[in-house]
């Protein structure tokens, strides 16, 4: 009888273990009041847009629909968004036709409501944006344009969140103070590791002591520069058009483009370089092409100029700001660790996309640009796809630390069959105020992601 006992209560004892959450999460996953922290991901920002079209799918909302939260409030913004969403009018020619789908704005649409958003996510938020932004501030940044009818002069996003009483909050942050440096092309333009890491630890101090009961999940950020197609889509060299392979030179070896390589040294980019998408508009008027070419493109007026520091990323560059960002994440595990927070691994999903996501449907999501379902038309923000694959981290997160079993959303919805809207016109890629002629285009530029692997830029290992 007693080996019985005993037989039970190890068994008893062994269901208990199975059962019970692998983390020692702070609080507890109800969502009844539930509130997000974050950037333009986290407000579903799609093809340079942000609109009510895509909120509905933004990873917040994702979470908040698949938790049954009710009355999960965001600032919706009307068609066309702000700004006007980029659209792909015309997959006939090569390159295609990307243009914004309006020349005007739209507008906020529930500006009203008698309480702060669930939803404070703010595009061009940085970690430092999140508590002191109050929506009070002149737009002289993203962060405080978009602030000023997100926020509505309420306080900062850490203080309407503890004012709301929350009982689950979900933060993702960080992004934008690595972004800056990509865009800008140097990593002079990077938060520093001891400024990020201060703030961090105070927003997450503050939450727990305005929000002491409430759950809490944080994420992790991506560490490979290369994952999105702003960054992985354009060739750092020249690139035959008829065959889509890289123009070879009297050594044999591709020809890469001249540009500035920061500091004041000009010349050719090594290999292993990056140049960014917003350098299209320098690439098809002939910025970059070595002077001694000039013969072969009688049309380009600006052959022989380097392209500037900002349409670039070295090897050196990019490994500094890999570097800052695993330094970033480093923080992120240690300022939750310390405080009982579970990380969503979100690193683990972008470092998924770079090797491909298979899906039931039989097709293998990618980052490629334009075809391979995760980025937007703007090259950096996700699809709803992509965004539907980041909410479910979080969910995965917090059905693992909090012992919940949340549904993950299903992508199976987004493989209709959604013909693209044709028209003729010329190519107006991401960020791009102006556009460049299909000629030029064709003599420069090769966005298809079938170049072979050998005429890529694939030196550095990510």
């Given amino acids: 009888m007693r080996k019985t006992l005993i037989r039970i209560a190890s068994t008893l004892l062994l269901v208990s273990v199975v059962a019970a959450p692998a983390f020692a999460a702070r609080g507890s996953a109800n969502f009844t009041r539930f509130f997000v ?16 079209a895509h909120q509905q799918f933004s990873w917040p909302n994702i979470i908040a629909r698949q938790a ?3 009355d999960f409030q965001q600032p919706l913004v009307s068609d066309p968004g ?13 390159p295609p036709t990307i243009a914004p789908k309006s020349t005007s704005n739209g507008q906020p649409i529930n500006l009203n409501l008698a309480r702060p958003f669930n939803n ?53 942050i960080g992004g934008n103070d690595a972004l800056g440096a990509v865009l800008s092309g140097t990593p002079a333009a990077l938060t520093s590791t001891a400024n990020f890491t201060r703030d961090y630890n105070a927003m997450l101090d503050k939450l727990i002591a305005g929000a002491p009961n409430a759950g809490i999940v944080v994420g992790s950020l991506p560490t490979h520069v290369a994952v999105a197609p702003i960054a992985n889509t354009v060739p750092p060299f020249l690139v035959n058009p008829a065959t889509q392979l890289p123009v070879l030179g009297p050594d044999g070896k591709p020809i890469f483009f001249v540009a500035d390589l920061g500091g004041g040294t000009f010349g050719q980019l090594p290999a292993g370089s990056m140049v960014l998408l917003t350098a299209a508009g320098h690439l098809g008027t002939g910025f970059g092409i ?5 013969p072969l493109f009688p049309t380009l007026p600006d052959v022989g100029k380097p392209l500037p520091d900002t349409d670039v990323l070295t090897p050196t ?38 090797n491909g996501i298979p899906t039931a449907a039989g097709i293998t999501l990618t980052k490629a640009f334009l075809q391979g ?48 809207n044709t028209e003729s016109g010329t190519l107006a890629l991401p960020n791009m105020p102006f556009v460049f002629g299909q000629a030029a285009a064709d003599a420069i530029l090769r966005f298809a ?14």
Avoid: C
């Fill in 373 to 420: 379902g995760i980025f937007s038309f703007d090259g950096f923000h996700m699809t709803d796809i992509g965004y539907t694959l980041f909410a479910n981290e979080y969910i995965k997160t917090i059905n693992g630390a909090y012992g919940t079993h949340i549904p993950l959303a299903t992508i199976t919805p987004f493989f209709a069959n959604n013909a693209p």
């Fill in 120 to 172: 404070l996510s703010i595009p061009g938020a940085n970690v430092n944006d999140v508590i002191t932004l109050t929506g009070k501030e002149q737009a002289t940044s993203t962060a405080k344009l978009f602030g000023q009818f997100i926020l509505r002069g309420l306080g900062t996003s850490v203080d309407q969140v503890i004012a709301s009483q929350p009982t689950f909050v979900a933060i993702w």
């Fill in 82 to 94: 702000i700004g006007p969403e980029l659209q792909l009018f015309d997959i006939s020619k090569f």
């Fill in 68 to 70: 049954g939260a009710v």
């Fill in 37 to 52: 922290i974050g950037d333009s991901y986290g407000a579903g920002v799609s093809s340079a847009s942000l609109n009510a």
């Fill in 317 to 354: 560059e990019i490994a500094a700001i890999e570097a800052r960002l695993a330094e970033f994440n480093t923080a992120i595990a240690a300022a939750a660790s310390s405080r009982n927070i579970p990380v969503a691994d979100i690193t683990g999903l972008f470092n998924r996309i770079q």
């Fill in 449 to 462: 992601p079938q170049v072979p692997q050998t005429g890529r830029r694939r030196t550095t290992t990510h």
């Fill in 290 to 294: 070595p002077a001694a070419l000039a």
